[in-house]
């Protein structure tokens, strides 16, 4: 009884403090956006960020082609470790749509490490589409430690295999989800069962045993298409 008392305290204690960010990236324009972008996908990619303002891609003339920390396909991609401090800001205007048979995926980060997304929105406007997807992230890693907290998302979010409204696939050792949502469309379409893993609201797939997840739900409609088997799209809100 005080071993699960002290794991108690100890849950509590890791999903209310607050973690101090140092010597952060700070945005405060778009053009420290790709400052930030630019980095990441040169292979700097361990630093903390302090959004101080919106993101509006659409009133750009570059694009984002990728997620942060992913290159070229066949090409070495990049984990985020670090805080990721969104200050409730939104991000507007954000399309990564990718070939699917070139298995590009989309998200804002590629891979999430050792890292803490907090306080972020991702609006209505944004869309990602890839062979697996993610608003916040593709996936994270294995051997990590995941915290997102307080992220909101109404992106539509589309991909041929792994897909969620938040992230696509958690494979950490360990991950904590607080206080998020999504309320985005998302839908898979694919031709074979072989590759399609996973599908839900928050997340595609859950790989990680040691797992906390709280006040968290989905209001999107998710959509699976098969292709192959000639049935009619299937539709369900999950969480």
Known sequence: ?????????????????????????????MDDFWVMYDSANNGTFSFDVDLRCDLNFSTQ??????????????SY?????GVFEGNNHSIFGLNITLPQQDSSDAGFFYALGNATIRNLRFDSSCVFSGAWAGAVAVKTFSNTFVHIKNVHSAATVDSGGITGGLVGLFDSSQV????????GNISVT?????????VG??????????????????????????????????TAHAS
Do not use: K, W
Not at 77 to 81: A, F, H, M, V
Not at 176 to 183: A, F, K
Not at 191 to 197: N, Q
């Open 1 to 29: 009884m005080m071993g699960l008392l002290c794991f108690v305290l100890f849950l509590c204690a890791l999903c209310t403090s607050t973690v101090a960010i140092n010597n952060p990236h700070v945005i405060n324009s």
């Open 61 to 74: 003339t570059r694009r984002m082609e990728r997620p942060l920390g992913q290159q070229i396909r066949g």
């Open 77 to 81: 991609s990049y984990s985020y470790n």
């Open 176 to 183: 904590v989800l607080e206080s998020c949502s999504n309320s």
């Open 190 to 198: 694919t031709s074979t069962l072989i590759v399609f893993h996973g």
């Open 201 to 234: 609201g928050i997340v595609g797939r859950l790989s990680s045993l040691n797992t906390t997840v709280f006040d968290c739900h989905n209001s999107g409609t998710v959509r699976v298409t098969m292709d192959n088997l000639r049935r009619s799209p299937s």
